[in-house]
């Protein structure tokens, strides 16, 4: 096993599952784990139940700490967890991985040398690539070895990847990239319902901001292209940051649950401290071993995911753009959804009822987020009442 990441500090990484995903994490770490670095230290949660395969599958390790809860955490409770736990708070350098991920052997020697080297570099990510559109040249050109946990995976590096990509540049292959360095353009925008249209169906390509779809971001991976692409946004599944940096924010904001935005709000945040955030155009993970972002599609997965995305979408503005109006937010929302389903599954609004579905959901993920800001500032007043509390002391009478 070679390419392990070989300076001098220590790499706690996060990884979260659910009991029904033994398999596909499994896959995952055996991924992670293959390059052998002995700085390493995963925490593996399963969130909302047990999981006696994983546990047997991960105790002989050293370098593997697991734990059960459940009570399903959520994504950003989950994470914020595991960041309490004692080797991630003596660690370096924290990662987060996704359990639907394969990753290449040398997968955190470039980040981890990008926030080394550069002291206002906030967060770092791979270039994150389809599985399913890159399973062809995986199974061309990988090797497949039998890796720390038994499993049998093709084995690639980031510069096999980035040598195929020079040579095969399509936009299908991408999937996340990060956004727009200006976070405001990205998810505060002003423009008008038309130009929500125009850019659902990417009339505009090289202005999108969703830098996955955006040409002049896809070049950068030709010959002589820059290794970093400047983004607001790091895609959460893939974030790689110092343990300082994390404790200046204050941690993962627990309120994004059970998912969405929560890696959003952590990117911003870094920026409006005074980072700037990059996706590295040499290094890679590619997303998506099993379905389910796409059952999230489905009929049956359309009420959950918007109801998740609009609540998120109000958090967001709540805790980085104050003077958005509540209605402005709520009316924002719903033609957010009226167009994704015009522009891009007109059969789910016209013919199975999408559309009520949709915007009910939108209604009621508005009025979530209001609920947990609402819990949150009560929190906050009920600790402020007891630290007064604390320090007003009776005084003895005569």
């Given at each position: 096993?070679?390419?392990?990441?070989?300076?001098?500090?220590?790499?706690?990484?996060?990884?979260?599952?659910?009991?029904?995903?033994?398999?596909?994490?499994?896959?995952?770490?055996?991924?992670?784990?293959?390059?052998?670095?002995?700085?390493?230290?995963?925490?593996?949660?399963?969130?909302?139940?047990?999981?006696?395969?994983?546990?047997?599958?991960?105790?002989?390790?050293?370098?593997?700490?697991?734990?059960?809860?459940?009570?399903?955490?959520?994504?950003?409770?989950?994470?914020?967890?595991?960041?309490?736990?004692?080797?991630?708070?003596?660690?370096?350098?924290?990662?987060?991985?996704?359990?639907?991920?394969?990753?290449?052997?040398?997968?955190?020697?470039?980040?981890?040398?990008?926030?080394?080297?550069?002291?206002?570099?906030?967060?770092?990510?791979?270039?994150?690539?389809?599985?399913?559109?890159?399973?062809?040249?995986?199974?061309?050109?990988?090797?497949?070895?039998?890796?720390?946990?038994?499993?049998?995976?093709?084995?690639?590096?980031?510069?096999?990847?980035?040598?195929?990509?020079?040579?095969?540049?399509?936009?299908?292959?991408?999937?996340?990239?990060?956004?727009?360095?200006?976070?405001?353009?990205?998810?505060?925008?002003?423009?008008?319902?038309?130009?929500?249209?125009?850019?659902?169906?990417?009339?505009?390509?090289?202005?999108?901001?969703?830098?996955?779809?955006?040409?002049?971001?896809?070049?950068?991976?030709?010959?002589?292209?820059?290794?970093?692409?400047?983004?607001?946004?790091?895609?959460?599944?893939?974030?790689?940051?110092?343990?300082?940096?994390?404790?200046?924010?204050?941690?993962?904001?627990?309120?994004?649950s059970p998912y969405g935005y929560e890696d959003v709000d952590f990117a911003i945040s870094a920026q409006r401290a005074g980072y700037r955030n990059y996706t590295l155009t040499h290094a890679f993970s590619l997303h998506g071993t099993d379905d389910r972002h796409h059952q999230r599609k489905t009929i049956s997965g359309l009420w959950p995911a918007t109801r998740n995305v609009v609540k998120a979408y109000t958090l967001l503005a709540h805790n980085h753009c104050p003077w958005q109006r509540r209605p402005f937010l709520l009316t924002n929302s719903i033609l957010i959804v009226i167009v994704?389903?015009?522009?891009?599954?007109?059969?789910?609004?016209?013919?199975?009822?999408?559309?009520?579905?949709?915007?009910?959901?939108?209604?009621?993920?508005?009025?979530?987020?209001?609920?947990?800001?609402?819990?949150?500032?009560?929190?906050?007043?009920?600790?402020?009442?007891?630290?007064?509390?604390?320090?007003?002391?009776?005084?003895?009478?005569?």
């Amino acid at each position: 096993m070679t390419d392990s990441v070989d300076l001098d500090i220590s790499i706690c990484c996060l990884l979260l599952t659910m009991p029904q995903e033994v398999d596909v994490t499994i896959q995952a770490l055996d991924s992670l784990l293959y390059s052998g670095d002995r700085n390493l230290t995963v925490l593996v949660l399963v969130n909302g139940g047990e999981s006696e395969a994983l546990r047997q599958c991960v105790q002989s390790l050293d370098h593997v700490q697991f734990f059960e809860s459940p009570e399903n955490l959520g994504v950003a409770g989950g994470r914020a967890f595991l960041a309490q736990q004692g080797p991630a708070k003596k660690a370096d350098i924290i990662a987060i991985i996704d359990n639907d991920l394969l990753l290449p052997t040398d997968y955190l020697k470039p980040l981890c040398a990008q926030l080394m080297q550069d002291r206002k570099t906030g967060i770092v990510g791979a270039s994150m690539l389809d599985y399913p559109h890159m399973k062809n040249w995986l199974d061309t050109n990988a090797r497949v070895e039998t890796g720390p946990l038994g499993r049998r995976l093709p084995r690639f590096g980031n510069a096999d990847v980035r040598e195929y990509l020079q040579n095969n540049l399509k936009k299908e292959l991408f999937s996340h990239l990060g956004s727009h360095p200006d976070w405001m353009q990205t998810y505060f925008p002003r423009r008008t319902l038309m130009d929500e249209v125009n850019r659902r169906r990417d009339r505009n390509p090289d202005e999108n901001v969703f830098l996955a779809k955006n040409p002049k971001a896809l070049r950068q991976y030709g010959n002589g292209g820059s290794t970093l692409i400047e983004a607001s946004n790091i895609a959460g599944c893939t974030q790689v940051f110092r343990r300082e940096l994390y404790d200046e924010l204050g941690g993962i904001r627990e309120e994004y649950s059970p998912y969405g935005y929560e890696d959003v709000d952590f990117a911003i945040s870094a920026q409006r401290a005074g980072y700037r955030n990059y996706t590295l155009t040499h290094a890679f993970s590619l997303h998506g071993t099993d379905d389910r972002h796409h059952q999230r599609k489905t009929i049956s997965g359309l009420w959950p995911a918007t109801r998740n995305v609009v609540k998120a979408y109000t958090l967001l503005a709540h805790n980085h753009c104050p003077w958005q109006r509540r209605p402005f937010l709520l009316t924002n929302s719903i033609l957010i959804v009226i167009v994704d389903l015009i522009t891009i599954s007109w059969r789910l609004a016209y013919e199975t009822g999408g559309l009520f579905l949709r915007i009910s959901a939108a209604v009621f993920g508005f009025f979530n987020a209001q609920t947990a800001i609402l819990g949150k500032r009560r929190n906050a007043q009920s600790i402020q009442d007891h630290e007064r509390g604390e320090r007003i002391q009776p005084r003895e009478t005569e």
